[in-house]
């Protein structure tokens, strides 16, 4: 186990009705104005959005409001936000929804306490020194940017998909009810799953040594998110199906499987750049790069493919060489995407293969001339792991 520090200070706030809470815990951060930010309609028709207004209401504390964030959040908003920040002396930003409008949030927060543009975080051209503070209230388990320091970012011209990642945008509190997660269409609560189940991967496929602890607390975490994802498709509003992907989503993202180890982060350096060109669910990007990418990693290390083949899925050993095993675990993580009804090859989610040299020019401009740490992967490597994608 590699020296550490895992610092997630994060208050988490769990179960039914907490989202009351939210006055009170704005409140013991002594916000006076509010900023709440959300997407493009749920919390509306939920009629969470009135509660939330209710209970900051209640709690003596100024609001204004900013919604509008769409799926792959874009710049153009966080501009919007941070003018309103600025010109309205917003002192918190609130999130009410997923991990797109937590990071659109994060971004705004980060750019109301900056004199220059925000994306100089993001093109690297300048180091955040200060943020507003942040609240969330989770609407879908995925992104784990709840509990993240990191928030991706679209610059609408060019489509340039950018990660960063920050202390500041740890957020002060997060509300998770799982009931809140009773809402959505099956195709997100699926892209939830194979998305938090991305973030073990990238820290479970490392080259580091002596992660066996932290390896086994991975699996069994995978093991329950398979379970509670597959009861999920029969019964969307089965609480404690919903509430163990919402707390493993957090923690699935929160630091806490990367400690002692080097990550990976190959897979999502992958999914990016589709999100970007087509504007595609990022759990369902990750769906059709996981895969090929196993595949094509397989031989890094055998062992640690054949012991994941046999501690999350089951898959029975006798009479088999260590390979076979380890395809067998591939095969039946594909078969539980789609069993989740999520895509595992590029026609899935419209890719087109004379795009890949497209999409390799775009991952070479945001990662450099290789990427991904279990496998240092050059853009030769890239092309045909998204060339598998595509088989
Ligand atoms: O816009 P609204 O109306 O809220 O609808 C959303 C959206 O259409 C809907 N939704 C959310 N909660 C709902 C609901 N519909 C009904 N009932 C509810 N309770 O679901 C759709 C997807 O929402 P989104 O916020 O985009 O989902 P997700 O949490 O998957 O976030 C994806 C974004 O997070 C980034 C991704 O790249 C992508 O941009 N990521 C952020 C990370 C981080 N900050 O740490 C790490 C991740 O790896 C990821 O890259
Ligand atoms: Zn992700």
């Given at each position: 186990?590699n020296n550490f520090?895992?610092?997630?200070?994060?208050?988490?706030?769990?179960?039914?009705?907490?989202?009351?809470?939210?006055?009170?815990?704005?409140?013991?951060?002594?916000?006076?104005?509010?900023?709440?930010?959300?997407?493009?309609?749920?919390?509306?028709?939920?009629?969470?959005?009135?509660?939330?207004?209710?209970?900051?209401?209640?709690?003596?504390?100024?609001?204004?409001?900013?919604?509008?964030?769409?799926?792959?959040?874009?710049?153009?908003?966080?501009?919007?936000?941070?003018?309103?920040?600025?010109?309205?002396?917003?002192?918190?930003?609130?999130?009410?929804?997923?991990?797109?409008?937590?990071?659109?949030?994060?971004?705004?927060?980060?750019?109301?306490?900056?004199?220059?543009?925000?994306?100089?975080?993001?093109?690297?051209k300048a180091q955040?020194?200060?943020?507003?503070?942040?609240?969330?209230?989770?609407?879908?388990?995925?992104?784990?940017?709840?509990?993240?320091?990191?928030?991706?970012?679209?610059?609408?011209?060019?489509?340039?998909k950018r990660g960063?990642?920050?202390?500041?945008?740890?957020?002060?509190?997060?509300?998770?009810?799982?009931?809140?997660?009773?809402?959505?269409?099956?195709?997100?609560?699926?892209?939830?799953?194979?998305?938090?189940?991305?973030?073990?991967?990238?820290?479970?496929?490392?080259?580091?040594?002596?992660?066996?602890?932290?390896?086994?607390?991975?699996?069994?975490?995978?093991?329950?998110?398979?379970?509670?994802?597959?009861?999920?498709?029969?019964?969307?509003?089965?609480?404690?199906?919903?509430?163990?992907?919402?707390?493993?989503?957090?923690?699935?993202?929160?630091?806490?499987?990367?400690?002692?180890?080097?990550?990976?982060?190959?897979?999502?350096?992958?999914?990016?750049?589709?999100?970007?060109?087509?504007?595609?669910?990022?759990?369902?990007?990750?769906?059709?790069?996981?895969?090929?990418?196993?595949?094509?990693?397989?031989?890094?290390?055998?062992?640690?493919?054949?012991?994941?083949?046999?501690?999350?899925?089951?898959?029975?050993?006798?009479?088999?060489?260590?390979?076979?095993?380890?395809?067998?675990?591939?095969?039946?993580?594909?078969?539980?995407?789609?069993?989740?009804?999520?895509?595992?090859?590029?026609?899935?989610?419209?890719?087109?293969?004379?795009?890949?040299?497209?999409?390799?020019?775009?991952?070479?401009?945001?990662?450099?001339?290789?990427?991904?740490?279990?496998?240092?992967?050059?853009?030769?490597?890239?092309?045909?792991?998204?060339?598998?994608?595509?088989?």
């Amino acid at each position: 186990m590699n020296n550490f520090i895992f610092h997630s200070p994060t208050k988490f706030v769990f179960g039914k009705d907490t989202e009351k809470e939210v006055g009170q815990l704005l409140k013991s951060q002594k916000a006076k104005k509010v900023l709440i930010h959300y997407g493009t309609g749920s919390i509306k028709r939920s009629g969470l959005f009135d509660r939330v207004v209710k209970s900051i209401e209640e709690a003596g504390i100024e609001h204004v409001e900013l919604g509008g964030v769409v799926p792959n959040p874009r710049d153009t908003l966080v501009y919007e936000g941070i003018e309103l920040c600025k010109k309205e002396n917003v002192d918190f930003v609130l999130a009410v929804g997923g991990g797109s409008t937590i990071d659109s949030a994060k971004a705004i927060a980060a750019g109301a306490k900056y004199e220059g543009d925000f994306w100089d975080f993001y093109a690297r051209k300048a180091q955040m020194e200060d943020a507003l503070k942040i609240g969330v209230i989770l609407t879908i388990p995925a992104a784990g940017s709840e509990g993240s320091q990191s928030a991706v970012i679209t610059k609408t011209d060019g489509m340039l998909k950018r990660g960063l990642n920050s202390p500041f945008y740890r957020p002060q509190f997060s509300i998770i009810n799982p009931e809140l997660t009773y809402t959505l269409p099956t195709y997100q609560t699926s892209a939830g799953v194979v998305d938090m189940m991305g973030h073990i991967f990238e820290r479970y496929l490392t080259k580091s040594e002596n992660t066996l602890f932290i390896d086994r607390l991975a699996e069994g975490t995978l093991v329950s998110i398979i379970e509670a994802g597959k009861k999920l498709m029969d019964e969307p509003t089965n609480y404690d199906a919903r509430a163990i992907i919402c707390w493993a989503g957090t923690i699935a993202h929160n630091g806490f499987f990367g400690v002692g180890r080097v990550e990976d982060w190959a897979s999502h350096g992958l999914e990016h750049e589709l999100s970007a060109l087509y504007d595609v669910t990022h759990g369902a990007g990750l769906s059709v790069i996981y895969p090929a990418y196993m595949k094509y990693t397989l031989e890094e290390d055998i062992e640690k493919y054949k012991r994941f083949a046999i501690k999350v899925f089951g898959v029975d050993s006798t009479n088999k060489t260590d390979m076979q095993i380890a395809l067998e675990g591939i095969s039946e993580l594909e078969s539980f995407y789609e069993e989740m009804g999520m895509p595992t090859r590029f026609e899935g989610i419209g890719a087109k293969e004379e795009d890949i040299d497209k999409l390799v020019n775009k991952l070479q401009e945001n990662a450099g001339k290789t990427f991904g740490n279990f496998k240092k992967l050059t853009m030769e490597d890239a092309k045909k792991i998204y060339e598998l994608a595509c088989a």
